[in-house]
């Protein structure tokens, strides 16, 4: 169940990542980041009341802040040092340095959960970091050329990735024992939506365009960022429920097809604007290698 969970989160994330490039076609100046996280906080929060309708779990204050921290890493700094990585050395360039956040999870998994991983899906999970690392590498040749040329820039950008990668890595690592504290991931999931959406809220409103942005968004309804939070809501909780099942580093892992099924169904969905190049056939080849022989030896 926790590896079709983590496959479920990894489909959910891609297509959300589908909706959401279908969605910026039609809203130009919006990402959909707001009415996304809403629509989060909205679907999980009515699952969680619904969930402990039926199962009675405690809620322990320590529960509840490692859920928050979790939050934080994965919302508010992961975004946030990823975006402005972009302005440095450009979106392709951070994307691909970013998407090595599975191997931080990982690590963090290893050294301070006591997880321990198996010969076979060691190999499976070095599949999928070599896949996502083969994309990653043509990514960074291919990127854009930064904003600034300057070696200083340079290394602040691929430093910034960097930290997002991480703060990725760990925040989806903290999440295991936040659920051995507190073995409830619907309210998880709603906990970490919950933090992002206010944390967008203060961010918007200290730049003085919240009303604005609200506004905007009632008065053009954008269906296929209404899709994309569905999926979101979908994939995080999977990611959760996952991760009472097996151990955050396989859920990492398998989950961390993402990047390269988001291409594949781009390809599939958004025929014009998408190509695949042969150098992501074969590192959508090599990281479905690695999930299949995770699943098979797990």
Request: with cysteine; charged share 10%; glycine share 10%.
């Amino acid at each position: 169940m926790g590896i079709f969970l983590a496959i479920i989160t990894a489909v959910g994330f891609s297509f959300s990542s589908v909706f959401i490039r279908k969605g910026m076609g039609k809203s130009k100046g919006d990402n959909g980041f707001l009415i996304t996280v809403t629509i989060n906080v909205v679907v999980l929060g009515i699952a969680a009341l619904i969930y402990r309708n039926f199962i009675t779990v405690p809620i322990t204050v320590y529960g509840l802040i490692l859920f928050g921290v979790s939050g934080v890493f994965t919302t508010f700094l992961g975004r946030i040092t990823l975006f402005m990585s972009f302005r440095k050395i450009g979106p392709s360039r951070g994307v691909a340095i970013k998407n090595s956040a599975p191997l931080f999870t990982i690590l963090f998994a290893v050294i301070f959960l006591n997880e321990f991983i198996g010969f076979f899906p060691f190999i499976g999970t070095l599949f999928v970091l070599l896949g996502l690392g083969i994309q990653g590498f043509f990514l960074v040749r291919q990127g854009i050329s930064p904003v600034s040329k300057k070696d200083v820039n340079l290394k602040k950008g691929y430093f910034l990735a960097l930290f997002s990668a991480i703060v990725f890595g760990v925040g989806q690592a903290i999440r295991k024992p936040g659920l051995e504290e507190l073995p409830d991931p619907f309210l998880g999931a709603f906990i970490s939506s919950l933090i992002a959406i206010i944390i967008v809220v203060l961010f918007e409103w200290k730049k003085g365009i919240l009303k604005a942005n609200i506004a905007d968004q009632i008065a053009t309804l954008n269906l296929c960022y209404f899709f994309a939070g569905l999926l979101t809501s979908g994939a995080m909780l999977s990611f959760f429920i996952a991760i009472t099942y097996i151990q955050v580093s396989y859920v990492a892992a398998i989950a961390a097809i993402e990047p390269v099924l988001t291409i594949l169904l781009s390809k599939i969905f958004l025929r014009e604007e998408e190509k695949i190049s042969r150098n992501t056939i074969y590192s959508a080849l090599t990281v479905f290698t690695g999930v299949v022989i995770i699943v098979l030896f797990t």
